[in-house]
């Protein structure tokens, strides 16, 4: 049962573009939405994340859009660098349960020199 | 100990034994993730821990699987009768409680030949 869709499967970028990692959700009661980096053989470290009640959250070169009502958010690297080539997960949870994290399926980010 | 600590960090078997994954979280952490990531996918939800009882274990995929935390503190997954199909990286996540960030471990790869 797949509640987080994560698009697109794969992405090459120059340096210095600007990749962008789309997330669809099903469940409304989620209420948390983070992203992650995965370098191989490391362990998913969290980026950033985002709650509902904002429609974007920056923080470095890395910007979540959020939009509730499409059930949709997605992940933005300003002035990308060949060091962001990783695969990106998105996830969410929702509070006063486990808040076990649903994770998307990864996108392999590569940003070439 | 600085970050969570997963071992062994590969692990080889053959079918039908059994095997034994450990995770040592962040100190101080009270909540307690297993997950399981399969190649090319996101991590699964396994089980949490809230202290030393298991708070959810829905994740877990039969009764094969199984994990405990003693003392509040350390974890084990134990797989019994592994099969092929359990081949996998084994990820645990620490978390200070409820809602606040997981922070992974490396992971344990399983290996089943």
């Known amino acids: 049962q797949q509640q987080v869709k994560q698009s697109p499967q794969s992405l090459i970028v120059q340096k210095g573009g600007i990749p962008i990692i789309n997330c669809a959700y099903e469940?409304?009661?989620?209420?948390?939405f983070p992203w992650y980096q995965q370098f191989p053989g490391k362990g998913p470290a969290l980026l950033i994340a985002i709650r509902p009640d904002v429609s974007e959250k920056k923080e470095g070169r890395f910007t979540i859009s959020f939009n509730k009502s499409a059930k949709q958010f997605s992940l933005h690297i300003m002035d990308s660098q060949p060091g962001d080539s990783a695969t990106y997960f998105c996830a969410a949870s929702y509070t006063g349960a486990t808040n076990k994290l649903i994770f998307g399926t990864g996108t392999l980010l590569a940003v070439q020199p | 100990g600085a970050g969570v600590s997963q071992t062994p960090s590969n692990k080889v078997t053959e079918k039908g034994k059994y095997v034994e994954l450990r995770c040592d979280p962040i100190s101080g952490h009270t909540a307690l993730y297993w997950y399981r990531q399969s190649l090319g996918q996101g991590p699964e939800f396994l089980i949490y821990f809230q202290g030393t009882g298991a708070a959810d274990d829905s994740g877990l995929p039969n009764d094969r699987f199984f994990a405990v935390r003693p003392e509040g503190s350390v974890s084990t997954l134990k797989i019994q009768r592994t099969e092929r199909g359990d081949s996998a990286v084994y990820l645990c996540?620490?978390?200070?409680?409820?809602?606040?960030?997981?922070?992974f471990g490396a992971g344990t790869r399983l290996s089943v030949l």
């Open positions: 469940n409304t009661a989620f209420d948390y």
């Open positions: 996540a620490s978390s200070s409680g409820q809602g606040n960030i997981q922070y």
